[in-house]
């Protein structure tokens, strides 16, 4: 049955752009072929291929030289397939001060013309495109949907210059499940055909039930947008010679990250990416030392790639406590078992007597030959090794029910081409979600995005839903669409006074004659008793708005924690307010919040013990002016943050 199934899945051996390998590294540097990586993600600033500010010192004026040169340096000799992450922001063309890059772009046609351009030059030896990098954090200075309205340009612009264009979600640091969740309700949806994340670890040990619990909830998250078949990559993973890991507990973190994630083949982990070629100046994550001599992690690379490219996962032995992988090639003519310690101990592994020989290669491609007899004597170590093995072995080994994939690897769906136009909702400043008050009419402004060469009559439309999806209010507009344009649209919907507070669906719709069928999508908006602020920790509104200097604390993906923080608020008028916060401590610690108005008495508005959880508080008797919230404790973590005014 193994070998039957096996035998009907796709094959793996494509190269060029299209290359299945799950291998990769972030920038090339020379050699780093050897180690049998296939993909290289590059740009950005840290290579040429393709950094804005590089090609296009000038708007419109396009200098490649340094861009094609490192294409013909790493394509063949290396035999590195690219993949380009399009940005930062080129200086000339930031919205930021002194030409800050991480900052989007004053007009978004400019960062449409670069990817025209980008993918067009390299069309057929490129076809995936990395929309930003990390812009859930201060790698984009910019809300989210700023970021949803880059990456529709990118997707429109890049299959607009290559049909076979393909397009991946900027990596997010961490698993950001949060803020691909706004990005989906936003309308990303249909723009993108790779999902990327970067699940960094910290410590000597790879955690990987976290990494599941992650990875099932991005799942989650992306088939309740209608993306059960995008694959995902981790365009990013790593660990720092810097932060106390040693140079034998990159080695070994660096196999079962890779690993640990391609094993995840059910989620759809199609690719790995390790962050980085070469430590650059002391950060030590290379599998280079920065006087280009290899560390050990260098070899551990080569010998994870020699012993698994070509097989695909097809289940997890029940071993106890030891991770152990099986791996089968799909010609059924060998499979891999690939194994190691969780902790920094080893374990006996539990294996049954086999008939016949088999191998044992350990993590720096050592070779031992062990008898079938020997099985139940070997044992895990923290360093994975490979044991080779027939697969008519290994079906002797996997339980009954083992889930048997046929596919080998995951690709990206084909999607229809996506028309390139569509509506944009603004959301205020100082906010991230779209807030109605009840009983009030609420002004809801679109832009109307154009990219297409001939310009278009449109109607855009937003509706507001109740329970069974029953319309509540809703407004359109019909406008016309000039081409390679943005045009601003104002619509009102009021309201009902008994509605619900909390959060309720809207959705957006643009038809043109040319194309009836809607751009449409459907985002949640909450309807509350009086005006809202609204924010994910770690946000950009987060940081640029509210959060104050002098702060104790550090963040990670939509979440801030630590000792102590404080956020300031401009109370505009004599009221109430409804706080409403996603708050804990790590281990169910001690923490607090409290509040001031003057910045020096402080009142405690909340107290306790106890791990993330919904909570709730209301001030009262508050005047026009400042209102500051501090959190305190022992490592505090704050996931969102609602706020209401209430007269």
């Not at 030392?289 to 012993?307: L, Q, W």
């Not at 029940?318 to 194994?339: N, S």
């Not at 402004?445 to 109740?466: F, H, I, R, Y």
Request: hydrophobic share 40%; aromatic share 10%.
């Amino acid at each position: 049955m193994l070998i039957s199934i096996l035998l009907s899945a796709t094959t793996v051996n494509a190269a060029g752009p299209d290359d299945p390998s799950p291998f990769g590294i972030v920038c090339p540097w020379p050699k780093v072929g050897e180690t049998g990586a296939r993909w290289v993600r590059c740009g950005a600033g840290a290579t040429q291929l393709v950094d804005w500010g590089a090609v296009e010192p000038e708007a419109g004026r396009f200098v490649w030289d340094g861009a094609d040169s490192e294409l013909v340096k790493w394509d063949k000799p290396e035999g590195l397939t690219p993949l380009p992450i399009l940005a930062y922001t080129a200086p000339w063309a930031s919205s930021g001060l002194d030409g800050d890059r991480a900052c989007p772009p004053r007009d978004l046609r400019d960062y449409a013309r670069f990817v025209r351009e980008s993918v067009a030059r390299y069309k057929g030896d490129i076809r995936y495109w990395e929309v930003w990098n990390e812009e859930n954090i201060e790698f984009f200075k910019g809300t989210i949907p700023q970021y949803v309205d880059m990456l529709k340009i990118a997707s429109i612009a890049a299959r607009q210059a290559d049909p076979e264009a393909r397009v991946v979600f900027g990596g997010t640091a961490g698993v950001d499940s949060r803020f691909i969740e706004r990005c989906y309700e936003l309308g990303t949806g249909p723009y993108f055909d790779v999902m990327a994340v970067h699940p960094y670890q910290w410590g000597r040990t790879f955690n990987d039930g976290w990494n599941r619990d992650k990875m099932t909830r991005l799942r989650s998250v992306m088939d309740r947008f209608g993306g059960a078949r995008v694959p995902i990559w981790c365009t990013e993973i790593g660990w720092s010679t810097g932060e106390g890991v040693s140079n034998e507990d990159q080695a070994r973190l660096l196999v079962q990250a890779f690993v640990g994630n391609l094993a995840l083949k059910d989620l759809g982990i199609a690719k790995v990416f390790w962050f980085c070629v070469k430590d650059w100046g002391g950060p030590g994550h290379g599998i280079f030392a920065d006087d280009g001599s290899r560390k050990p992690a260098f070899e551990a690379y080569r010998i994870v790639t020699r012993e698994l490219e070509g097989t695909v996962p097809v289940g997890r032995l029940d071993t106890g406590d030891v991770r152990c992988h099986a791996f089968c090639d799909l010609d059924g003519q060998r499979a891999v078992l690939v194994f190691w310690s969780p902790t920094l101990e080893p374990m006996p592994l539990a294996l049954p007597k086999l008939g016949g020989e088999f191998t044992v290669v350990d993590l720096n491609g050592r070779e031992q030959r062990l008898t079938g007899e020997q099985l139940p004597q070997l044992t895990a170590t923290p360093e994975p090794s490979y044991l080779r093995l027939p697969p008519e072995a290994l079906a002797a080994l996997l339980p009954a029910d083992a889930t048997l994939r046929p596919a080998a690897y995951w690709s990206p769906p084909d999607r229809p081409a996506t028309p390139p136009w569509w509506p944009s909702v603004q959301i205020p400043e100082g906010t991230s979600r779209l807030c109605f008050v009840l009983g009030e009419t609420r002004e809801v402004s679109v832009d109307l995005w154009n990219l297409g060469a001939e310009p278009q009559q449109a109607t855009v439309t937003v509706s507001l839903l109740g329970e069974q999806d029953r319309v509540l209010a809703a407004d359109d507009r019909r406008c016309p669409l000039p081409a390679d344009a943005c045009t601003p649209a104002l619509l009102s919907l009021a309201v009902p006074p008994g509605l619900a507070p909390g959060l309720t669906p809207m959705v957006v719709s643009l038809r043109t004659e040319a194309d009836p069928r809607p751009i449409e999508y459907r985002l949640a908006v909450r309807v509350a008793q009086g005006p809202t602020i609204e924010f994910l920790a770690n946000s950009h509104v987060e940081r640029s708005v509210y959060l104050q200097p002098g702060h104790e604390s550090g963040c990670s993906e939509s979440c801030r924690f630590g000792k102590t923080w404080t956020y300031a608020f401009d109370v505009p008028f004599a009221c109430e307010a409804e706080l409403q916060m996603l708050l804990g401590a790590h281990l169910a610690g001690p923490f607090a919040v409290r509040y001031s108005q003057d910045g020096n008495e402080w009142k405690t508005l909340l107290d306790g013990r106890g791990d993330r959880a919904w909570r709730q508080a209301t001030l009262t008797n508050l005047q026009p002016g400042k209102l500051y919230l501090r959190f305190a404790g022992e490592n505090v973590q704050l996931d969102e943050l609602v706020l209401t005014w209430v007269r």
